[in-house]
C-alpha cells in the first residue's frame, strides 16, 4: 500500500508501522545449561527461518525469568547465526541470577539490520546462554509467565545507527 499527501509526497505502508516477523515463546522451562557452557537456550534461543529484508532495521527481544541452579552467578547472553558457533549479532549481555527465589527478569533489547543490497533469506538467530563457574542457568517458563524472543521490522537501516549489521 502506497499513501499520497499534498505534493505528491509517497510513503509506502510498510514505512509507517512496526511489523512483527517472528516471535518465540514457551510456557515450559528450558533445559540446564551447565556451568561456563555456551548454549542455544532450548525453550526459546532458536528463530525460525526468516526474510531480513535489505535497507530494514529489526529489533530483537527477549523476555524471561532465569535460574542461577545451586550457585549464584552472572549470567551472559548472545545473539548469534544459527548456533553457538555463528558470528556473533550481540555480544555478552549480562544479568545476575541467585539461587533463591522465582526466577530473576531479563529483557534483552538489540537492533540488527540488513544494510546490504539484496534480501538475506533463510536466516536463522540463536539466543545463547553461559552460565558462570559453579552455577547453571535455566530458562523459565509457565503458562502464566511464558518465555519469549521476538523480531519485529522497525523501519529503515538509515534510521538506526546502532543497528548491528546481518
Request: aromatic fraction near 8%; hydrophobic fraction near 40%.
Amino acid at each position: 500500500m502506497v499513501a499520497t499527501f499534498i505534493a505528491g509526497v509517497k510513503l509506502q505502508a510498510v514505512d509507517m508501522v512496526p511489523r512483527k516477523l517472528w516471535t518465540v515463546t514457551a510456557t515450559s522451562a528450558s533445559s540446564a545449561i551447565p556451568a561456563s557452557t555456551e548454549q542455544v537456550i532450548s525453550n526459546i534461543g532458536t528463530s525460525p527461518s526468516a526474510t531480513y529484508r535489505a535497507g530494514r532495521a529489526y529489533l530483537l527481544t527477549a523476555r524471561f525469568r532465569m535460574s542461577a541452579g545451586t550457585a549464584s552467578s552472572d549470567m551472559r547472553f548472545q545473539i548469534r547465526d544459527t548456533n553457538v558457533s555463528g558470528t556473533v549479532r550481540m555480544a555478552n549481555a549480562s544479568f545476575r541470577a541467585q539461587t533463591t527465589g522465582e526466577g530473576y527478569q531479563a529483557l534483552i533489547e538489540h537492533f540488527v539490520a540488513n544494510t546490504g543490497p539484496s534480501d538475506i533469506t533463510g536466516r536463522v538467530l540463536a539466543l545463547t546462554g553461559t552460565p558462570g563457574a559453579g552455577a547453571t542457568l535455566t530458562v523459565l517458563a509457565s503458562s502464566t509467565h511464558n518465555a519469549y524472543w521476538s523480531c519485529i521490522e522497525m523501519g529503515s537501516s538509515d534510521d538506526y545507527p546502532e543497528a548491528i549489521a546481518l
